[in-house]
């Protein structure tokens, strides 16, 4: 069994996509994937190193199935577990919400004890606000496949890198 459990909601496939990325930058043998449409409440305790990744829809929404995968979560005790978030957003057209969604999920995760780790400086994003943007940092990796999923690569890269300290 891989160490690092990375759960993903998709519409689009976007989320998805970045998912793969992720595990593919750590290691094939490092990671093991689930779509949260599959997932259950064993299949996330299994790991004490776990990735959540979602977009954000419209103005503060999260992905539906993510959504409905919170109810799944709330059975867990996150107490001990390092759990890092990535979130998909449009840093143009919701530049007030950029990726607001992963800010919800990190606030929902601190009130289960849950320790967050792999923050993201700003600089090199363009958006006027987000609930993600706590302290002057994000939350976890921001991904804007829209107007630069030429940085994608490089972003999630350093984020690994970052990850693979703190996870240990």
């Given at each position: 069994?891989?160490?690092?459990?990375?759960?993903?909601?998709?519409?689009?496939?976007?989320?998805?996509?970045?998912?793969?990325l992720?595990?593919?930058?750590?290691?094939?043998?490092?990671?093991?994937?689930?779509?949260?449409?599959?997932?259950?409440?064993?299949?996330?305790?299994?790991?004490?190193?776990?990735?959540?990744?979602?977009?954000?829809?419209?103005?503060?929404?999260?992905?539906?199935?993510?959504?409905?995968?919170?109810?799944?979560?709330?059975?867990?005790?996150?107490?001990?577990?390092?759990?890092?978030?990535?979130?998909?957003?449009?840093?143009s057209?919701?530049?007030?919400?950029?990726?607001?969604?992963?800010?919800?999920?990190?606030?929902?995760?601190?009130?289960?004890?849950?320790?967050?780790?792999?923050?993201?400086?700003?600089?090199?994003?363009?958006?006027?606000?987000?609930?993600?943007?706590?302290?002057?940092?994000?939350?976890?990796?921001?991904?804007?496949?829209?107007?630069?999923?030429?940085?994608?690569?490089?972003?999630?890269?350093?984020?690994?890198?970052l990850?693979?300290?703190?996870?240990?």
């Amino acid at each position: 069994m891989a160490n690092i459990g990375i759960f993903y909601g998709t519409t689009t496939g976007n989320t998805e996509n970045i998912a793969v990325l992720i595990r593919k930058t750590f290691g094939e043998d490092a990671a093991d994937i689930m779509n949260v449409d599959l997932a259950e409440k064993g299949d996330v305790e299994k790991y004490n190193y776990l990735i959540f990744g979602l977009s954000t829809w419209g103005v503060s929404d999260l992905q539906d199935d993510f959504e409905d995968f919170l109810e799944t979560l709330e059975e867990i005790d996150f107490t001990g577990k390092k759990v890092a978030l990535f979130g998909l957003g449009d840093q143009s057209t919701y530049s007030s919400t950029f990726v607001d969604a992963m800010g919800i999920l990190y606030e929902w995760l601190l009130k289960r004890n849950a320790n967050i780790v792999g923050s993201v400086v700003r600089q090199g994003y363009s958006f006027e606000n987000s609930l993600a943007l706590v302290k002057g940092k994000l939350v976890g990796l921001a991904i804007d496949e829209e107007y630069e999923n030429h940085l994608t690569r490089e972003r999630v890269a350093g984020w690994v890198e970052l990850l693979k300290k703190e996870f240990k």
